[in-house]
């Protein structure tokens, strides 16, 4: 599988867009990117996924350059809600079921 | 449409004995896997079961074992425990190959 490399952490101010950066510059052709999060200590909730179009659902954007080595979620609105910790994973259905998740992107909205 | 379910919340155990958690995936969802959260670690991939069979494991001992049950739902043992057994056990479900989804965890305690 490929790698991901993610920001440590970013802060948000509320009601604001967060933009969450991720390089994958080794994703192969069949490679979905994947994001996640996770609040502290609960089970990771699924955000969204891409292959190469952009994608938008009710809870974000997502981003893919047209070379596919990097993508932004993009969280329209944020919230304090959105406080967690987010995950960029890539991904195919070759990968036997093993979803690598890195460190992460620490988000901390502020009022 | 019910999410991941996974049982018990929380288990105390005491080091050597034996742990079972257990899951039920998404109603419909055929892949079963389980990811061990250590504190302050990211989540690490245990095993992939699809269709009943053991498909895919990580990098841990065989003391870690577990099973698929016709319904689907699964079972995670952990043989021999050890003090840095001590971890959230996240459960994740998906259609073969697709974007899982993940249960809130059971965390165990090896005293």
């Known amino acids: 599988d490929a790698k991901t490399t993610q920001p440590p952490s970013m802060d948000c101010a509320e009601g604001r867009a967060a933009n969450l950066p991720c390089n994958h510059s080794?994703?192969?052709?069949?490679?979905?990117v994947y994001w996640y999060r996770q609040i502290h200590s609960q089970g990771p909730q699924y955000i969204i996924h891409?292959?190469?179009n952009n994608e938008t659902n009710e809870m974000a954007s997502l981003i893919i350059t047209e070379d596919r080595k990097s993508s932004t979620l993009i969280l329209p609105h944020a919230t304090l809600r959105d406080t967690a910790v987010y995950y960029c994973?890539?991904?195919?259905?070759?990968?036997?079921?093993?979803?690598?998740f890195g460190a992460g992107t620490q988000v901390v909205v502020t009022p | 449409e019910a999410g991941v379910t996974q049982s018990p919340t929380h288990l105390i155990k005491t080091r050597g004995q034996q742990a079972t958690l257990r899951c039920s995936p998404i109603?419909?969802?055929?892949?079963v896997y389980w990811y061990q959260q250590a504190l302050g670690l990211g989540l690490q991939f245990l095993l992939w079961?699809?269709?009943?069979?053991?498909?895919n494991r990580g990098n841990f001992p065989p003391r870690f074992s577990g099973r698929q049950f016709p319904n689907y739902s699964s079972e995670l043992n952990v043989n021999a425990l050890e003090l840095e057994d001590s971890a959230l056990y996240l459960c994740?479900?998906?259609?073969?190959?697709?974007?899982?989804?993940f249960g809130p965890g059971t965390r165990l305690t090896v005293l």
């Open positions: 079961y699809d269709e009943g069979e053991e498909r």
């Open positions: 109603s419909g969802h055929t892949s």
């Open positions: 994973i890539v991904s195919s259905t070759d990968s036997w079921g093993k979803f690598q």
């Open positions: 080794t994703i192969s052709g069949n490679e979905y």
């Open positions: 891409g292959l190469k």
């Open positions: 994740a479900s998906s259609l073969a190959g697709g974007e899982q989804f």
